[in-house]
């Protein structure tokens, strides 16, 4: 069985002393025992495998690294996310990173149901990069996507072609998939009036043809729709 792991410290060498999350993580978490072969994840597009060997109950290192693939760096797609319920949001951005977002930006909407002091933490952004890393490792992500610090609706730039959901647009037949590289899409509630009105006159807004998505359906979909062009 090959077990897996993310390592951004730096240079992945041919040997690698787990730090005590690290071998918390594999010996705890994925059962990984002496001798096995790790897969190792530098978030860069590299892909490694090595040995596992077990120096104690509270060390352990990988031995024998060598790389084993190189992935293309994807096509930039960035992920503006209105800020929705916490636990939901922890979906999003699983979503999100296994269907291979270059970035994500949190947005704090009219409908964001968090206090705002809350987003603007340390604390959060750390528990969100958690929630990234770990989706890396369970996808397969080479790649470890970006993710921004929350920002509120005003202060969002919309300079890039967006494309962005909302359950009642009037969709264009003549819309072109291939010019968009930024997915954006709402909390629950949705867009406010005042939010759909700069949308409106920034990018273009699509609807999708089934009933009203859940946020972290939306967010598989509309990366679909400009990743399959």
């Not at 897996?4 to 994925?30: D, E």
């Not at 979906?91 to 990173?97: D, E, G, N, P, V």
């Not at 996808?139 to 359950?167: C, D, G, M, Y």
Request: a neutral charge; glycine letters at 6%; hydrophobic letters at 40%.
């Amino acid at each position: 069985m090959i077990h897996r792991i993310l390592i951004t410290s730096g240079k992945i060498l041919p040997s690698i002393q787990l730090n005590k999350a690290q071998h918390h993580h594999i010996i705890n978490v994925t059962r990984a025992r002496n001798g096995d072969t790790i897969e190792i994840l530098d978030g860069c597009g590299s892909i490694y495998q090595g040995g596992l060997t077990i120096i104690s109950k509270s060390q352990s290192c990988i031995d024998q690294i060598s790389c084993m693939s190189v992935a293309e760096k994807p096509t930039l797609s960035i992920l503006l996310a209105g800020i929705t319920k916490l636990n939901a949001f922890d979906l999003i951005l699983q979503k999100a990173t296994e269907m291979g977002v270059s970035e994500i930006q949190p947005i704090i909407c009219e409908f964001t149901p968090v206090k705002h002091q809350i987003l603007y933490s340390a604390e959060r952004l750390a528990h969100w990069e958690k929630v990234i890393q770990s989706s890396v490792i369970q996808s397969r992500n080479p790649w470890l996507p970006k993710i921004q610090p929350a920002k509120i609706f005003s202060q969002i730039s919309w300079e890039r072609p967006t494309l962005t959901l909302h359950p009642y647009a009037e969709n264009d037949e003549d819309t072109k998939l291939n010019t968009f590289n930024q997915v954006a899409v709402g909390p629950e509630g949705g867009w406010s009036k005042k939010e759909l009105d700069i949308i409106h006159e920034n990018c273009e807004t699509v609807s999708i043809n089934t009933p009203i998505l859940r946020a972290d359906t939306a967010v598989v979909a509309g990366l679909i729709l400009i990743k399959t062009k």
